[in-house]
């Protein structure tokens, strides 16, 4: 669970950061990545850290989510609202539980959006699943941290429980090999005159949030891929 | 589990006590009782507690835990350390059971101590209970507000409340349909020449197997054979 890692996109307040931080490291959670956070490095952050300064300072900051999940297989968006989107649901116990069982082979991130607004549609289409924290349906929106404390505290729970055995599962694919497989779907769907670039509609959109459902392992996603190919060729 | 009163005993910075009222509102406990806070009340309390300032509002300040827990039957405290005393242990989710089987009955108190000494010996002496929240060994000391948090959250989880809906997707796609979509499928594949239909080998079976794990719906089947039928006109 060590391996799991924590995405905090565009922060506002740097005193969330360093809460979040105490928070992974009461649990047993070591990466931080931060996204684009408002103020970092800071004196509020590193003071409501206490004493875990030290995975604060390890933190890693980019400027996209992109660089942030491209070696990860599983991503999960923690969500406050009920979306519309066919995103499958799940709540911290189930999601822990999904991370433990793929752990051996797949690493994880939990994005957590901004903190008035959560995650843009666009996270949200990277996210295989989204988990939410069952609450107070009048007062839904928990601190940033407080979130991570709960879902966190989750990963420890389901770390010391007793392994099911699940079926082992090849390696997942990471993002940065979905994006591959992404680029070459669309490039293909040009080619073959089913998208038009000119009116690309919700196509792309959709096939992504299919094949963000399936999860392919790196078996599967070397076949569809072989299969893009075997299309273009024939087109040439 | 409205009624499990939320006790802070002590606490230091105001901070903590705002945020411990929003993750109480969050997870749907309404009632807290501060026992000699250090500074009460506070803007900073109020500022993190966010939109449960009128839980703030109503928190209850005594001078004695005596008068926080007079008409309480069960009284927990929270405790980041083992202690050697004999007061039995529960986890957070044994706790929340514990509190959710004597609800009907028997009112609870949880108490949190001081933000670097917790609970004294008179204090413990008090509690029928310990609950011990699962924490890295090397730094096992949560913020007040975080305790709070993961204690109310199972709280919230054991009463059972409403779960939020899930997504609603379309009609998923009959086997019939699927069939039809295979069908549709292992022919192409043979068009492009990347499936040999005299060493058909596994491909089939394990294209199968992702498509089953992804169910797609009834518009996102009519999308993958559109691609399909796009394959084909263009080989023509």
Not at 146 to 158: I, K, N
């Amino acid at each position: 669970m060590k391996q799991t890692r924590i995405v905090l996109i565009n922060t506002s307040h740097p005193g969330n950061i360093g809460a979040a931080a105490r928070a992974m490291k009461n649990m047993g959670l070591e990466e931080l990545y931060l996204v684009n956070p408002k103020v970092f490095p800071s004196a509020e952050a590193t003071a409501r850290a206490s004493g875990a300064d030290d995975l604060l300072a390890r933190a890693v900051c980019v400027d996209k989510l992109e660089t942030a999940i491209g070696d990860i297989g599983l991503v999960i968006g923690a969500s406050a609202r009920s979306r519309t989107l066919p995103v499958p649901m799940l709540d911290p116990r189930r999601c822990a539980e999904l991370i433990e069982q793929q752990a051996e082979t797949t690493r994880t991130a939990i994005l957590f959006g901004r903190e008035r607004t959560g995650l843009t549609n666009d996270e949200l289409d990277r996210c295989h699943y989204l988990v939410q924290i069952p609450t107070n349906p009048d007062y839904p929106s928990l601190n940033v941290a407080a979130a991570v404390q709960v879902v966190a505290y989750e990963l420890r729970v389901a770390a010391g429980l007793p392994e099911n055995l699940p079926p082992k599962h090849h390696r997942l694919a990471t993002s940065g090999e979905m994006e591959l497989f992404y680029q070459h779907l669309e490039n293909t769907l040009v080619a073959i005159d089913f998208l038009d670039p000119d009116n690309p509609r919700q196509l792309m959109r959709r096939l992504r949030r299919l094949f963000s459902r399936v999860q392919p392992d790196e078996n599967e996603i070397n076949i569809l891929r072989g299969i893009l190919t075997a299309v273009q060729q024939r087109r040439r």
